[in-house]
């Protein structure tokens, strides 16, 4: 099993002081997971791109223009077969090979 921070997609539900009304935003975050390496299918570079998406690290705190990696599973569960790992590509290869 290896232990990685899986980055992920949330949405916050913030109220201004002065309007009764909430606006939400989506923002990346990361959690602590475990990956069962016999799962693993493939493993691919991965670079967020759009301004959207840099925006969304930068919330976060993390580096856009930083390289993470895209793990593709194996299995039928309630979760995406995809996932993208806060961590990267060649030291996600040294980990596995």
Do not use: W
Not at 6 to 26: D, F, G, H, M, N
Request: with cysteine; aromatic share 10%; glycine share 4%.
């Amino acid at each position: 099993m290896l232990k990685v921070n899986e980055v992920y997609v949330t949405t916050t539900r913030r109220s201004k002081s002065s309007s009764p009304q909430a606006c939400s935003k989506k923002i990346y975050s990361t959690r602590e997971c475990l990956v069962n390496e016999k799962y693993i299918v493939a493993a691919y570079p991965h670079h967020f791109n759009s301004s959207s998406d840099e925006e969304m690290l930068q919330d976060m705190g993390a580096d856009p223009k930083k390289e993470y990696t895209r793990l593709v599973l194996d299995g039928n569960n309630f979760r995406s077969s995809e996932m993208i790992l806060e961590m990267p590509y060649s030291k996600f290869t040294g980990l596995i090979v």
